[in-house]
């Protein structure tokens, strides 16, 4: 497993907690469900680097924004509530009531993950020692 996917893999494990929590620990408000819908625009994005460690993040930015894009337009249908009625964890996953406040925030949410994902990369690529500064197995028979 490459880093990337270890790093992603361990940040998907503490936003699912995290929302878990949020859900189930705080009251109801407009601020709990900022906060879920946030948490869930990172763990698409999340998920989406532990699938694919090596595409492009601006790719798998713009794949996690319009999942959970269209995720949310669906549920203008009523759909998904009525999913949710017969089987309730799909809840988790599709949600059940549109809110257009959410398209805001899971655009902003993905936004976010894409930024630190870039910074550590970044910070990643300066630490690894380039070809030019490891040594030659020539050097190292020696």
């Known amino acids: 497993m490459t880093r990337r996917r270890l790093a992603a893999l361990g940040a998907l494990a503490i936003v699912i907690a995290a929302g878990l929590g949020t859900r ?4 109801s408000s407009a601020a709990t469900d900022i906060a879920g819908d946030a948490l869930y625009a990172v763990a698409a994005y999340a998920g989406l680097v532990v699938l694919f460690p090596r595409v492009r993040p601006l790719f798998l930015g713009a794949i996690a924004a319009g999942w959970c894009v269209t995720v949310e337009l669906f ?4 759909i998904p509530l009525a999913l949710a009625g017969s ?9 059940t009531g549109f809110d257009a406040r959410d ?3 899971y655009v902003v949410a993905v936004a976010a993950a894409w930024g630190i994902d870039q910074a550590v990369r970044r910070r990643a690529v300066r630490r690894t020692p380039s070809c030019r500064d490891r040594p030659s197995r020539a050097t190292m028979a020696e």
Do not use: C
């Not at 189930?24 to 009251?27: D, F, Q, S």
């Open 24 to 27: 189930r620990l705080l009251p």
């Open 87 to 95: 089987f309730p964890p799909i809840a988790l996953v599709l949600g």
């Open 103 to 105: 398209l805001v925030v």
């Open 75 to 78: 549920q203008a249908t009523g």
